[in-house]
């Protein structure tokens, strides 16, 4: 079975393209499936839909939450599809197989007003101040994952036009900056990255103080040093910047087909969660100015 699994990642990483985050949890979900049928004494490859079944309710009795065997069954069905591509079973046993029902988490987010706060934190004195600046507004202005922002090279962004080509596994997106983040990343390309970094080669975006590409650690770090700096109580996450992101556009009258574009939503339902908070920004608005309200 490792054979196989190094075979199915290596298909995953080489003709796939998936990025290292999600390529992790594939690994994770499918070791873990191997110490269960060998813990059991199934052949993996004989394997059929009361196997699979069995496994998805084993972890449901070890406190695996709902979106987690969900996930796992998505990895086993892309294991046993590539064992069918490779005629090493004749079958997937996932066929016809429902994942179960995630119950869709009303997201976190910032108002406008959280946001102005916790981006006019960082002070643009010093290289790092100048660079905390330039994340926390190009963060907020595009809407970017975490892992997509880190990831970013200088050459990705088209100072010209004003936006950012964001690669993520195979998939490629343009995204619109707007001007205040256009302006602080200006600033810092100009007058803070040419100092951070040690090597002219150097290609990454955002450097840290050693002239290293940064971390995920490193940004996360970054943003709750400014939450706590604006005595905000709110959790703040680069995540939350993004469902922030989202939401008030959306508030502010961007369609629901842009918004999923800029996110890189491959489903419309991902985006549409972002409803909710319209809707009830449309409540308020009748309250004030309906007569009869």
């Known amino acids: 079975m490792e054979k196989q699994i190094k075979l199915f990642l290596d298909f995953l990483e080489n003709d796939k393209k998936l990025v290292s985050n999600t390529l992790q949890s594939y690994k994770r979900d499918i070791l873990q499936y191997q110490e269960y049928v060998e813990e059991n004494n199934i052949n993996f490859l004989k394997a059929n839909a009361n196997v699979i079944n069995s496994y998805l309710e084993y972890l449901k009795s070890i406190g695996k939450k709902t979106s987690t065997i969900s996930r796992n069954l998505a990895s086993l069905r892309s294991f046993y599809q590539f064992l069918v591509r490779t005629k090493k079973v004749k079958k997937d046993p996932t066929v016809g197989m429902q994942s179960p029902k995630v119950e869709k988490k009303v997201p976190n987010i910032l108002t406008s007003k959280e946001v102005e706060l916790l981006l006019n934190q960082p002070k643009d004195v010093d290289l790092k101040g100048i660079r905390d600046k330039a994340m926390l507004e190009f963060a907020y202005a595009t809407g970017m994952r975490v892992t997509e922002i880190i990831s970013l090279d200088l ?9 950012v080509t964001c690669k993520s596994g ?11 983040a256009m302006k602080a990343l200006s600033e810092y390309v100009e007058s803070s990255r040419p100092y951070l970094i040690k090597d002219e080669s150097m290609k990454a975006l955002f450097v840290n103080v050693n002239g290293k590409r940064l971390t995920r650690q490193g940004f996360w770090k970054i943003v709750k040093y400014y939450k706590e700096q604006a005595n905000i109580s709110k959790e703040i996450t680069p995540h939350i910047l993004r469902h922030s992101f989202a939401t008030h556009l959306l508030q502010n009258g961007a369609d629901l087909k842009s918004i999923q574009t800029m996110l890189g939503h491959s489903d419309i339902s991902s985006t549409q969660i972002y409803m909710q908070f319209q809707n009830e920004s449309l409540k308020e608005i009748y309250k004030k100015a309906h007569p009869r309200a």
């Open 155 to 163: 050459a990705n962004v088209n100072f010209k036009d004003n936006c």
């Open 170 to 180: 195979h998939k490629k997106r343009t995204i619109p900056i707007g001007h205040l």
